[in-house]
């Protein structure tokens, strides 16, 4: 069975930082093979994209955090990471932890991520 726990969400002051981990499990010979997403729920709206990072390596950021986050990924770990720097109200959402390989796809649970102003 897979499962994607996702850790390291919290509260932190606007131009905080925060890091946030994603280990699954039931991946040990295919996790190098899922491109690895963080996306994000606020109250009201819909789930978007984050962060992205393909098997390969290629990442892609929307464009509300290109600049403040980073997405690296540790194959050996099963472990994706968001790095959070420069943190703004706005980005206050539950943040989910996603994986995919061809039709597969997986989700975690969240992890709650707010900002104060």
């Known amino acids: 069975q897979v499962q994607l726990v996702e850790s390291g969400g919290g509260l932190v002051q606007a131009g905080g930082s925060l890091r946030l981990s994603c280990t699954a499990s039931?991946?040990?010979?295919?996790?190098?093979?899922?491109?690895m997403g963080w996306y994000r729920q606020a109250p009201g709206k819909e789930r978007e994209l984050v962060a992205s990072?393909?098997?390969?390596?290629?990442?892609n950021y929307a464009d509300s955090v290109k600049g403040r986050f980073t997405i690296a990924r540790d194959n050996a770990k099963y472990t994706v990471l968001l790095h959070m720097n420069s943190l703004k109200p706005e980005d206050t959402a539950v943040y989910y932890c996603?994986?995919?390989?061809?039709?597969?796809?997986?989700w975690g649970q969240g992890t709650q991520v707010t900002v104060s102003s």
């Open positions: 039931g991946l040990t010979f295919t996790f190098g093979r899922h491109a």
């Open positions: 990072i393909s098997s390969g390596g290629s990442t």
């Open positions: 996603n994986a995919r390989w061809g039709e597969l796809v997986y």
